[in-house]
């Protein structure tokens, strides 16, 4: 018996030593932040500490997502190719499924390793089955919203309030990046201090619709437009909030054992995000006619307001959010571990797919039995290694085409039926097309398109989702999401 006490002592004893020594991971997720957003990319916009974390960590400076949230997020848990997983647009409000359940996720893998994990914020992958949400795919703890955007003020998405803690609907005042800082800080607070943390946070900012602090708009008065003035604002109240989060790490005195990843899920909404499409007249038409919120359908409105109110800066790379281009995919990111990671710029490829078995590596997880189609970027992020694995192609996805990364080379396959070339390290803003300049190109990326993995979609038909259009805020029509959930 005293043998077996000894034994589990032991036990515990290292138990504990491994959770003490793998490092806190806070995963920090911008929601249609624009290239040009940041201050450390030049932006108009007052973001102190992103620029400092940026400044004195990893900038990655070619780090990219996919076109829009629900894949991005996919692919960003699971470590795999959202088309191979069937997730190629936003999530529907009435989806029925969500991220396939065949899938394990990044806390998921964590909990192996003594983790804790929170979400606070969006989860944007399954919402009317309690299978898809975050409390079944691997968080202790969830907080905010299930769905893909919502009111600052009210939470309200689709007719329905969307603000719960762990299935629980709250009725809470406040302004929604406000709200989940103050969760952000508790979780940090309140951990088990005897296991490292994991904690996802994914803002809603600054994601329509343009809504902010008076106080915090009045700061960018100067500004000529009405939409960029709100955003702005929107992103300056998202770069507090990040602030606050490091002061309570440093406080927690756990600053340097914890590694810190920010992105955007994708590039920065605005006009350009359409350009060369009939729907900017469109939406120009039902601006002219309609007083806002007055349309006769519910689409129209969705329109005017999706294709006239962004006001994201990807400055100069090309279009935005939903686009192919580099201004949809191409985003701000950087890794800071203080005393860990040296301050530099990278230069090389990293996409949002190898985040999953990058944060691993970096958390101890042994990959060799892993099988992921993103790569393990830790040796190469560390400093141990001055190379990368890029030997794969990267795929991204959404309405106006597909397209494929070798990099430096880029093929995009456009829906009007043309193909585009682009030599990135040469041409990062797309201006120069090489088709004819380099078919072999061109013939060996097309076959990394036609032999691509496409997954069966989740998606539902686009007439459904039409005819019930994801509104952001508004009047309470539904029950809570929270309530909605089988």
Known sequence: MFRAWITLAVVLVSTVSQAQLAPNIVLILADDMGWKDVGYHGSEINTPHIDRLATEG??????????TCSPTRAALLTGNSSLALGVTGPLSKIN??????NQRLLPEYLKEQHYQTALVGKWHLGYLQKAYGPRARGFDHFYGHLTGGIGYWDHVHGGGLDWQRNGKTLREDGYSTHLLRDEAIKVITERDKTKPLFLYASFNAPHLPNEAPEASIKRYAHLPDKNRQVHAAMVE????????????????????????????????????????????????WVDD??????????????????VLEGAADNTPLRKGKQSIYEGGVRVPSFVYWQGRLQPSELQQMITVQDVTPTLLAAAGLQLADQNFEGANHWP???GESKAIDRDRPYIIVSTDGEAVYRFPWKLLKLSSGETELYNLQQDPVEAVNLTEQFPDTVAKLQKDLESAVRGESIHIPIYKAIMNMDFFGGEETLPPWAEQVN
């Open 289 to 306: 006619w309609f007083d806002p919120g007055e349309a006769p359908f519910t689409i129209l409105e969705f329109i005017r307001v999706n």
């Open 96 to 101: 029925p499924t969500g991220l396939p359940l």
């Open 380 to 382: 190469y992020l560390s």
């Open 58 to 67: 990893l900038r990655l400076d070619r780090f990219y997502t996919q076109p």
């Open 237 to 284: 109240e998202l770069d507090a909030a990040i602030g606050s989060i490091v002061e309570t790490l440093q406080q927690e005195g756990i600053l340097d054992n914890t590694l810190i990843w920010f992105m955007s899920d994708n590039g920065g909404l605005n006009l350009s995000s359409y350009s060369g499409s009939g729907v900017v007249t469109l939406a120009n």
